[in-house]
T-cell receptor, first 114, second 116 residues
């Protein structure tokens, strides 16, 4: 596709379950970012991938959160043992040119933990 | 640690008015700055990207300026329309090195309402 694609668009899960959120970046983009936006709040950085470099994981809130990027393309954000405070919109973005060019965002995954 | 601040948090103007949104950042060692808009329940749409060597960028009725030395950027919207109603976010990207990576650091946003 032409843009960043995220799936699912909505996810409702029970507290304690694991969830996986997927991000398909724009083809050829070397940088990929994950952010979280809680209701009425700003964007909270989670993790940043750039090419083959070690990812910047400094924003992951706990060890229940992890992310992978396979083959330099698709990324999966995994949240283990979900808690109600994990409820938020998870946004993914990608950019090209060593990640220093314009970043484009997907529509997000709205996660609700009940 | 880089901090990005946007003032005001909310703004309501009548249709047709020209307006300015402000973004300030504490560390001037940035690579570029990007302005986004976010409609309710949607993702972010990129509006303008300004490299650190640039002073301004224009797209249609939008003009973004950057004064890196003072840590400020403004987004000017000319002849505002109800369709401009959204939340506007600015984000900076710092130079690599010294513990910094290419992540975008966001402000909290300015929510704009343009009344018909």
């Amino acid at each position: 596709g032409a843009g960043v694609s995220q799936s699912p668009s909505n996810k409702v899960t029970e507290k304690g379950k694991d969830v996986e959120l997927r991000c398909d970046p724009i083809s050829g983009h070397t940088a990929l970012y994950w952010y979280r936006q809680s209701l009425g709040q700003g964007l909270e950085f989670l993790i940043y991938f750039q090419g083959n470099s070690a990812p910047d994981k400094s924003g992951l809130p706990s060890d229940r959160f992890s992310a992978e990027r396979t083959g330099g393309s698709v990324s999966t954000l995994t949240i283990q043992r979900t808690q109600q405070e994990d409820s938020a919109v998870y946004l993914c973005a990608s950019s090209s040119g060593q990640g220093l060019t314009e970043a484009f965002f997907g529509q997000g995954t709205r996660l609700t933990v009940v | 640690k880089q901090e990005v601040t946007q003032i005001p948090a909310a703004l309501s103007v009548p249709e047709g008015e020209n307006l300015v949104l402000n973004c300030s950042f504490t560390d001037s060692a940035i690579y570029n700055l990007q302005w986004f808009r976010q409609d309710p329940g949607k993702g972010l749409t990129s509006l303008l990207l300004i490299q650190s060597s640039q002073r301004e960028q224009t797209s249609g009725r939008l003009n973004a300026s950057l004064d890196k030395s003072s840590g400020r950027s403004t987004l000017y919207i000319a002849a505002s329309q109800p369709g401009d109603s959204a939340t506007y976010l600015c984000a900076v990207r710092q130079y690599f090195g010294s513990g910094n990576t290419g992540k975008l650091i966001f402000g909290q946003g300015t929510t704009l309402q343009v009344k018909p």
